[in-house]
Every structure is written in C-alpha cells, then in structure tokens.
C-alpha cells in the first residue's frame, strides 16, 4: 500500500514539475500512473496533497553548503568544488527518489507557482537562496582577503554570477545530454570565471 502511495506521488510531481501544477488535471495524473479517480482518492484527499507530499520529498533530497562548510573551505576553487559535488549528491538523490534527474530550477518555479497555496514553500526557497548567496559572499571575501583572487571585484555581483552558473546546465538538451556531462559543463562555466577573477 504504501509502495503505490510513492509511486503516486513520484509521478504526478513529475506532471506538476512538467506541466506545472494548475494544468494537471486529475485526468492527467490519472493518465501519468495508470490508476482510477478512485484509486487516487484512496490514498489523497485531493491533487494538493499529492503536490505537497512532492514537494516535501524534494526538499529532503536537496544538499546544500553548511556554516560548517563554508567555515572549513579555505578558497573559492575548493568552495566550487563542494558546491558542484553537493548538486551531484542531490541529482544522485532525486534520481533514486523520483526516478529521474529534477533540474532545480523547475523546482523552484513549481513553489512560486502555488505560493499561494503552500506559502511555507515558497519561504523555504526564499531562505535556502539568501543562505547560498550569503555564503558565497563570504566565500569570495575571503578569496580576496587571501589574495586569491582580485580586490577591486564587486562581491555582490560576482556572487550573484557564480551562484547562477548551476543553472547554466538549462542550456544543454536534456533528452541527448547525460548528466555528466552537465555537472561538466557546469564544472568548465565555474572555471572560466575563476580563472577571469584570479590574481
């Protein structure tokens, strides 16, 4: 009973993720996993729930830099290295939690998309931000203190640059690109900058 229940939501939070969550229909998710309006309502009270129960799995496989780890990295190259090992670790997760690779940024769309619903979400994602962008400002204020790289650089704006070279992987097609090559992809964008920013 339970092993359906997953599948359940394992499914129909890839439809939400796919066609995003007000135009899933019941149908839909009925279509998606093969079972009865009835079958769906034995297990969730409504798709709501089902989005929820997603989202909430979603979370759980997320890793992200701790206080810890950004107190112990000693340089931006080493803090580049945990933060492309850390979204391997959580490609890996939601591979085994869900079946497939979920790109973040889906992710994040789908919260702000019924923010109204779970706005608890949406804060979530509002903190989990705020705590990536703090922590690779302080990241970058100690590659400049140590002479690792450039003073004269705007922190903020090179945070805010670095941060978003996880997402530059939406450029590559999904159906003929293997993960691998992403995180590479994503590895070689991460280089470039830095050798740009070195002193």
Same mark, same amino acid.
């Given at each position: 009973?339970?092993?359906?229940?997953?599948?359940?939501?394992?499914?129909?939070?890839?439809?939400?993720?796919?066609?995003?969550?007000? +135009?899933? &229909?019941?149908?839909?998710? *009925?279509?998606?996993?093969?079972?009865?309006?009835?079958? !769906?309502? #034995? $297990?969730?009270?409504?798709?709501?729930?089902?989005?929820?129960?997603?989202?909430?799995? $979603?979370?759980?496989?997320?890793?992200?830099?701790?206080?810890?780890?950004?107190?112990?990295?000693?340089?931006?190259?080493?803090?580049?290295?945990?933060?492309?090992?850390?979204?391997?670790? &959580?490609?890996? +997760?939601? %591979?085994?939690? !869900?079946?497939?690779?979920?790109? *973040?940024?889906?992710? !994040?769309?789908?919260?702000?998309?019924?923010?109204?619903? !779970?706005?608890?979400?949406?804060?979530?994602? #509002?903190?989990? &931000?705020?705590?990536?962008?703090?922590?690779?400002? %302080?990241?970058?204020?100690?590659?400049?203190?140590?002479?690792?790289?450039? *003073?004269?650089?705007?922190?903020?704006?090179?945070?805010?640059?670095?941060?978003?070279?996880?997402?530059?992987?939406?450029?590559?097609?999904?159906?003929?690109? &293997?993960? %691998?090559?992403?995180?590479?992809?994503?590895?070689?964008?991460?280089?470039? #900058? #830095?050798?740009?920013?070195?002193?």
């Amino acid at each position: 009973m339970t092993e359906l229940r997953e599948e359940i939501v394992k499914k129909a939070f890839l439809q939400f993720l796919n066609r995003g969550y007000k +135009a899933c &229909s019941l149908k839909t998710l *009925e279509q998606a996993t093969g079972l009865t309006k009835g079958a !769906f309502y #034995y $297990y969730f009270k409504d798709k709501k729930e089902i989005l929820e129960a997603g989202m909430k799995r $979603y979370f759980s496989v997320m890793k992200e830099e701790s206080e810890d780890d950004v107190e112990r990295v000693t340089s931006l190259r080493e803090f580049i290295d945990l933060v492309i090992k850390n979204k391997e670790a &959580s490609a890996d +997760a939601s %591979q085994k939690a !869900f079946g497939c690779f979920i790109l *973040e940024v889906l992710f !994040f769309q789908l919260v702000l998309e019924v923010a109204s619903i !779970f706005p608890e979400f949406r804060e979530r994602i #509002y903190t989990i &931000s705020k705590r990536r962008l703090a922590n690779w400002e %302080q990241i970058i204020l100690k590659a400049k203190q140590s002479g690792e790289i450039r *003073e004269t650089l705007d922190t903020s704006v090179l945070a805010r640059n670095l941060m978003s070279v996880s997402s530059s992987m939406l450029n590559i097609e999904l159906d003929q690109a &293997s993960f %691998q090559y992403m995180f590479s992809d994503t590895r070689m964008q991460f280089e470039q #900058y #830095y050798m740009l920013i070195k002193k």
